[in-house]
Structure formats: C-alpha cells, structure tokens
Antibody, heavy 122, light 111 residues
C-alpha cells in the first residue's frame, strides 16, 4: 500500500525557515517523481516543487525558486522540503504527492499524503 | 494560455449518475493527460482519475473519466451516487509551458 506521511509543519515567523519531511512507503522512490503541492486556506491547489526518480533533478514553481529546496534520502525513503525566507503568503497545507513515472514532465498526481500545515505569522 | 473551466456546482440524488465537465481553452484537451482530484471538506485531496481514465487502487469503478475531442472537454462521471461522494472535484492537466493547469473546481452536492 502506498503511503506518504508528511511532518514538520508549524508556526514560523516571517523570514524564518522550516524543513518539511515526507516518509514514503509501499513503492520504490527511484521509479517515481515526487511533488510537493500546497493549498492556502480556502484556496486552490498549487504545485510547489518536484524531484525526479533518479533524485538528481529538482524543479520549482517560480514563486519559490531560490527560497525552497527539495531533496531526498533514498535509504530512509524520505523526501524533504527546506523552506527559507518564508512569507505570510506561504501559509498553507503542504502535501507530498507521488507521480506515475520517474521523469518530471506534466504533473500527474496519483497518491497524496494527508498534509502538514505551515503557518507564517508574527 | 491553456486553461480549464469547470461548472461551479452540480447536484444530484443518491443512486443517480452525475457528470462533471472540464472544458479546455487555449489548447487541445487531448494533447496531454487529464486528472481528477476529489477533496472532501477538511480533507486532503485524493486522485480519483489519472491519465484520462485510470483509477488508482482503491477507487471504485463508479468513477469514470473520459475525453471528448469534439467538445474539447474532459468528463468525470460518478454513478450510483453516495453521500460520501459529496466533495469538491478538480480537473488538472498541463502543457508545454505549465506543468500544472488546474480547473476552478466543482462542488458536488448529493441531495
């Protein structure tokens, strides 16, 4: 059974940093691209970042480039999203999402985690 | 720009069949795959259809996806409606310049 379990969310001040984790199980990470997708309160879904199956290439939405870094620890089957220079507009629930193939292209989300809430506020 | 448009809301009675449309503009709906996501109130999104008509493991076959090139639209059909199907449904696709193109969402009410 595919499972994605996010953690690491919480309250952080503007300008601060936070690292989210996503523990993956039930599939082989190297065979699939993994995405982070976020949803601000009452808003729609926004793609944030992706990492391909090899773990060698990462991709980011323009609004997080230079601030967020996605990485992977293959032996631990865990993905990370390091977020810095956080702004109030980054307040959202962040979801870890499994794709259907190893190469990043158009996003095709197959399985979702339950999400972790990040609140940026002073 | 490639865009996807959904009806704001639909409603139907339990046991009936409902179809939610997703109309493309600025490109062909059949060029790239379409996905459908369900989000119940207060819950995380789940995928009910990916790659136009594929169901992830655990999604009942009451959910079906299709593409109609003539109307440049995708459809999600839910048959044998149940109260737990009441949710927001989003269609999603992509194009050469945008990896994530999202419909505005349709609120399904099961009366």
């Amino acid at each position: 059974e595919v499972q994605l379990v996010e953690s690491g969310g919480g309250l952080v001040q503007p300008g601060g940093s936070l690292r989210l984790s996503c523990a993956a199980s039930g599939f082989t990470l190297s065979n699939y691209v993994i995405y982070w997708v976020r949803q601000a309160p009452g808003k729609g879904l926004e793609w944030v970042s992706g990492i391909n199956g090899s773990g060698k290439s990462t991709y980011y939405a323009d609004f997080v480039k230079g601030r967020f870094t996605m990485s992977r620890d293959t032996p631990k089957n865990t993905l990370y999203l390091q977020m810095s220079s956080l702004a109030v507009e980054d307040t959202a629930t962040y979801y870890c999402v499994k794709g259907v193939r190893p190469i990043f292209g158009g996003i095709i989300a197959q399985y979702w985690g339950q999400g972790t809430l990040v609140t940026v506020s002073s | 720009n490639f865009m996807l448009t959904q009806p704001h809301s639909v409603s139907e009675s339990p046991g009936k069949t409902v179809t939610i449309s997703c109309t493309a503009s600025g490109g062909s709906i059949s060029t790239n795959y379409v996905q459908w996501y369900q989000q119940r109130p207060g819950g995380a999104p789940t995928t009910v259809i990916y790659e136009d008509d594929q169901r992830p493991s655990g999604v009942p076959d009451r959910f079906a996806g299709s593409i109609d090139s003539s109307s440049n639209s995708a459809s999600l059909t839910i048959s044998g409606l149940k109260p737990e199907d009441e949710a927001d449904y989003y269609c999603q696709s992509y194009d050469d310049s945008e990896p994530w193109v999202f419909g505005g969402g349709t609120k399904l009410t099961v009366l």
